[in-house]
């Protein structure tokens, strides 16, 4: 490999690469150069132009590293370094082709892994260097392209609505990087692939096929015990308890393992544990985000709209159009309304300082990107500056799916309480905001007395009559009294937080109404994020937001303008393959018209001929069962991700899924009973194994997961007999590491309420998908073990060890409380240690104990009782004020205030380990060590 062609210091890597093609004058058109030109025109330069051009030629006032590529004479000037890094005939020892191996990720090409070419690409990028890198003149280009006929390793034309570029435009594709896109193919399944012993799954059919192949032998069944647990967290997120365990341990029936997934498919807790799943992806938070991390009062009713869904097994395609047009198919419904709240999911704010347009834009971005990323596994935000690199999305494709949004709204619309849904804690939280709101306007008001009091004085001073604050504005400047008089910088700066106190409280507010989080359709309205989102009187004669292509993005430069519409793609490949019924058409119309529109197009995602809805929900309920996806990048099915392992079962389960009514129960049964989702984690011969499928890419032993945060803390409220199984309601406030719970919260130009508790356990104690979720305010514990930031969408999952884990679960007091319970509990049962100890493994680690780690704990457990003994607990201590110091804002001056805690002036704490003895307090330390062990840490 020839590496000095160019000095790779000095010179950025998208220049190495574009001066290396472009290095050598190939104008020539005889007929053996003919394939190689049109190899770069139909393919380099498009290539160039998407992935370089940006920074080498498109803005000739800032051309990277002086590098313009757009003249041959440019190329041959070079840029800083002024050495060519092409051999024309020679890909192997041309740097332009090194960095686009990125072998070394000092010189990659290009600098962003997103923006890396595919195999595809390096095969043209390769194929062109080797037959003497021609670069005919534009002239010559548009010949080629008028002369059409390029057909070229296979790849193929997708006919879609019209391209920003020409280039692009006449761009071909490999089939097997637009995969996504074709129709769905149901294979006949390999039955001949079964083992003797094997149910009839079609699932195993289709593995077993690849991994004979590979000539992998799978790992044996695992046992009873592994699978329960395995099961039983997969479905509901908790434990199994142990007379679960007992009864299907001792259930000899051929159908037990059945029987067991039935039961817990019709658990209540089934929709939370895959709600949880769900609100990953759409992002959800009870709050705004930004700047003011607003509350958003009603959000929790779309939560608890998602679990009912998963319980009552909803048809995925009624759970999509809801969600997407539910207002618009039956806005008498209050389920629909609650449903668009997916709608709004994203972050948002708008205030005083904010542009209404771009506040507006970044909505339409946000909601056109998450549509296709949730329901579709397609990014489309890639297109919105330009017709997309890699997939086959132009930029107008974008703005049409964006113009379907164009009427959307936002309000908070009268829905009544559903006879489903958990009301008991309204009236608490109701009296707890209002009594925050009273103090809070009380002691502004108290400074607004004050200042009226000395302004008072000094018009009676200086020989005027008084007149309140509104009406003085009015007199001459000679005749009020100076600003803010008689008023200190601490009164300044206390009123200011004050207020933004009492907007925060009344925002509060709405979610004791009977409102839905949700949308209506009407001509644009942006309001400030502190009030109320109503739907208005319309005004029928005011106009509809009208649809542009935006010049890079930019709402300040609009182009042509577009109307609602569909991905092109999808109807247009949809006669390479047959169709799951012929008479129906994915090239559908898009009302545009106010109303309509968002149905219209929930319809055309929904369709059961629209490939990518299926395969999406289809990948997504995989990976959650085996840890990743058929194709492992469940929100992105493009050339960017990875493509499916096992293509032909992926599609085969999704138009399964389609024919038997998009039941998402049906498609867990389905998998769950598969020998694949039954395998030990444990092969007899990983070693080997490992050697040919190092990533077990082909499933042939199942894969360990660690539990995720919030199965963790579920799990242990669960072992220590606190968890309340409440089902819905609103957001809970359960512990926080309290440094953090203090910390002071900016919000703009001031700081949020300190976080508090709820008072009583019960609400603690909640599952943790009921948890108060603050974009501005994460729970240690839950981002420690990884738990998703709201902002982006989160399509799987990171299981980081990181040494703060081990921290949060030896010494964080939520923990230590939980372990106290436990041992308390287990210590009212018996006063046998070593059935203390038995029962505390057998509970958290969900097996029986085994003789000797009984007698190792024991010893354990006396040196800690010893310890315990000599070192007696101190009592904490709750605070119920916190002393606060910020700036005044307009002086600059500190100023200081005293917060009160009000949660902790009637707070139930729960049990702590100064109020029980030695022995429990050392059994409680027993409890801590096994929360810390891989067996209860991990799902096998």
């Known amino acids: ?183 769905l193919r149901k294979d006949h399944v390999p039955w001949e692939h079964l083992n003797n012993d094997s149910t009839q799954n079609p699932i195993d059919a289709f593995i077993n096929k690849k991994l004979s192949e590979y000539q992998i032998k799978a790992a044996p069944k695992a046992d009873k015990l592994t699978l329960i647990r395995r099961v039983t967290f997969d479905l509901i997120g908790l434990p199994p308890s142990p007379e679960e365990i007992a009864a299907f341990i001792n259930d000899d029936s051929p159908d037990a393992y059945s029987k067991v997934i039935d039961r817990l498919l019709q658990s209540p807790h089934y929709g939370e544990q895959w709600a949880r799943h769900w609100l990953d992806v759409v992002r959800y938070a009870d709050s705004d985000g930004f700047s003011n991390d607003y509350v958003r009062p009603n959000a929790w009713r779309y939560r608890d709209y998602v679990i009912r869904s998963f319980n009552q097994d909803k048809p995925y395609d009624q759970f999509v159009v809801e969600q997407i047009a539910g207002d618009e198919l039956d806005p008498q419904n209050p389920e629909n309304l609650i449903a668009t709240g997916f709608l709004r999911m994203g972050p948002w704010e708008h205030t005083s300082m904010s542009v209404k347009a771009e506040t507006r834009q970044y909505f339409l971005d946000d909601v056109t990107n998450a549509v296709g990323e949730t329901f579709l596994s397609q990014p489309l935000r890639c297109a919105r500056c330009h017709d997309h690199k890699f997939d086959p999305i132009p930029t107008r494709d974008y703005y049409s799916v964006q113009a379907v949004f164009a009427t959307t709204q936002f309000a908070e619309r009268p829905a009544p309480f559903l006879e489903e849904e958990n009301l008991h804690l309204l009236k608490e939280e109701k009296n707890r905001v209002l009594q925050l709101l009273s103090k809070a306007e009380t002691e502004k008001q108290n400074i607004t007395e004050k200042e009226e009091y000395y302004a008072k004085q000094w018009m009676q001073q200086h020989g005027f009559n008084y007149l309140p604050k509104n009406q003085r504005r009015k007199l001459p400047e000679n005749q009020q009294p100076p600003r803010y008089h008689g008023l200190t910088h601490q009164d300044l700066g206390y009123r200011k937080l004050l207020s933004k106190r009492v907007q925060r409280y009344k925002r509060e507010l709405e979610g004791f109404q009977v409102l839905a989080f949700s949308v209506y359709n009407g001509p644009l309205k942006v309001i400030n994020s502190d009030r109320p989102f109503r739907v208005p009187e319309l005004v029928e004669s005011d106009p509809l937001q009208e649809t542009f292509i935006l010049t890079g993005g930019s709402v300040y430069a609009p182009a042509d303008k577009v ?109 769950m009973t598969s020998q694949v989702y039954q395998r030990s984690s444990r092969h007899p011969d990983k070693q080997q194994v490992s050697q040919i499928d190092v990533n077990n890419k082909y499933l042939s032993w199942f894969e360990p997961r660690r539990l995720e945060a919030e199965e963790i803390r579920d799990a242990m409220l669960f072992a220590s007999g606190e968890l309340n199984t409440e089902i819905g309601g609103l957001p809970v406030r359960p512990e926080m590491h309290r440094e953090q719970a203090l910390q002071p919260r900016h919000v703009m130009g001031s700081i949020a309420p300190a976080y508090q508790p709820s008072p ?181």
Request: with cysteine.
């Open 563 to 671: 109307d609602p519409g569909v991905l092109s793609a999808l109807p247009s490949l949809q006669d390479s393959l047959v169709l799951l019924d012929s008479e129906l058409s994915l090239a559908r119309e898009i009302a545009n018209s106010k109303d309509l529109r968002r149905l219209d197009f929930a319809r055309w995602i929904a369709d059961k001929n629209n490939p990518m809805i299926s395969r999406s929900i289809v990948n997504r309920i995989w990976q959650y069962h085996f840890g990743k996806g058929i194709a492992e990048n469940s929100n992105n099915f493009g050339v960017t991700g990875k493509q499916p392992t096992h293509p032909e079962l992926l599609d085969w389960l999704a138009a399964d899924l389609v024919e038997n009514g998009w039941s998402i129960k049906g498609l867990h049964k389905l998998i």
């Open 1 to 183: 490999m020839l590496r000095f062609l160019i000095s790779y210091r000095t010179v950025p890597v998208c220049i190495i690469i574009l001066f290396s093609i472009l290095g050598c004058d190939r104008l020539q058109t005889s007929s053996e150069n003919l394939d190689a030109e049109k190899l770069f025109t139909f393919q380099v330069y498009p290539l160039l132009e998407s992935r370089c051009f940006g920074c080498h030629g498109d803005d000739p006032k800032e051309i990277e590293g002086e590098f313009d590529i757009r003249s041959f004479k440019g190329m041959l000037k070079g840029g800083e370094s002024g050495k060519p890094a092409l051999i024309p005939g020679d890909a192997e020892r041309s740097p332009i082709y090194y960095a686009a191996t990125r072998e070394d990720e000092d010189f990659a090409m290009p600098p962003k892994d997103n923006d890396k070419l595919s195999q595809g690409e390096l095969d043209d990028l390769y194929n062109w260097v080797q037959a003497g890198a021609p670069w005919p003149s534009d002239k010559r280009r548009q010949e080629l392209i008028t002369a059409g006929g390029w057909d070229y390793s296979g790849k193929v034309p997708v006919s879609t609505s019209e391209a920003l570029s020409e280039s692009w435009a006449n761009r071909k594709y490999n089939p097997a990087e637009i995969w996504a896109f074709y129709p």
């Open 760 to 940: 009583v356990p019960e609400s603690r104690n909640r599952r943790s998908i009921y948890a108060l979720k603050l974009r501005g305010l994460i729970d240690p514990m839950m981002e420690v073990f990884n738990q998703p930031m709201p902002d982006l969408s989160c399509e799987r999952r990171t299981a980081s060890s990181v040494t703060p884990q081990v921290f949060m679960l030896f010494n964080d007091k939520v923990v230590r409380d939980r372990a106290v319970a436990m041992a308390e509990r287990v210590s009212n049962r018996t006063p046998d240690t070593g059935k203390q100890i038995s029962m505390v493994i057998r509970e958290i680690l969900n097996r029986p104990a085994i003789s000797q780690e009984i007698d190792r704990t024991m010893g354990y457990w006396n040196r800690m009782v010893e310890y315990h003994r000599e070192n007696p607990f101190p009592e904490e201590t709750y605070p119920t004020q916190v002393e606060r110091e910020m700036f005044e804002e307009m002086t600059g001056e500190i100023f200081h205030f005293v917060e009160e805690l009000e949660a902790y002036k009637n707070y139930t704490h729960d049990l702590k380990s100064w109020e029980v003895g030695p022995e429990t307090r050392a059994l409680a330390d027993v409890c801590v060590v096994l929360f810390n062990s891989n067996e209860f840490i991990y799902v096998y």
